[in-house]
């Protein structure tokens, strides 16, 4: 009786701690993916600023046009016009989306929902994890060190 307790608690405390990442490849044959320099497109200019110093922090630099973009997307359920929404309530207070596109052709997509703000470690999360799936390292000829 004291181990189904125990057990109950656990996966009660578990399941409070959101961690999803909705990830979606389009096309694996891109990766790996060797350069260290990514173009932005986005509608939040807040946002990009901290998506781009995450990135610079794992070694890639911005640049006007490239090869490889980062389309930044987010999305706050205040902004929803939809009233279902407001009456029930969310269980997240908006998500934060970042899409690869090679030539304008989406490759891949990454996308978490948050409750309260969008912190600089939650990017960080994502970028990491994108940097990984798409096996995506700086080349040398961009001028910038490997990790």
């Known amino acids: 009786m004291k181990n189904i307790f125990f057990i109950l608690i656990v996966l009660f405390f578990s399941a409070c701690e959101d961690n999803s990442l909705f990830i979606k490849f389009f096309d694996k044959k891109h990766t790996p993916i060797k350069t260290g320099v990514l173009s932005f497109k986005t509608d939040n200019y807040y946002l990009l600023d901290k998506v781009e110093r995450s990135f610079r922090k794992f070694g890639y630099k911005t640049v006007k046009k490239s090869r490889y ?47 309260t703000k969008v912190t600089n470690t939650m990017i960080d999360e994502i970028v990491k994890r994108m940097i990984k ?7 040398k000829k961009d001028g910038l060190k490997s990790f």
């Open 69 to 115: 973009h980062i389309v930044l997307t987010s999305h706050y359920v205040i902004s929803c016009k939809n009233p279902v929404v407001h009456a029930l309530g969310a269980d997240f207070n908006g998500y934060i989306r970042l899409s690869m596109e090679d030539r304008n052709k989406e490759i891949y997509r990454i996308q978490k929902d948050f409750k």
């Open 133 to 139: 799936d798409m096996k995506m390292s700086p080349s």
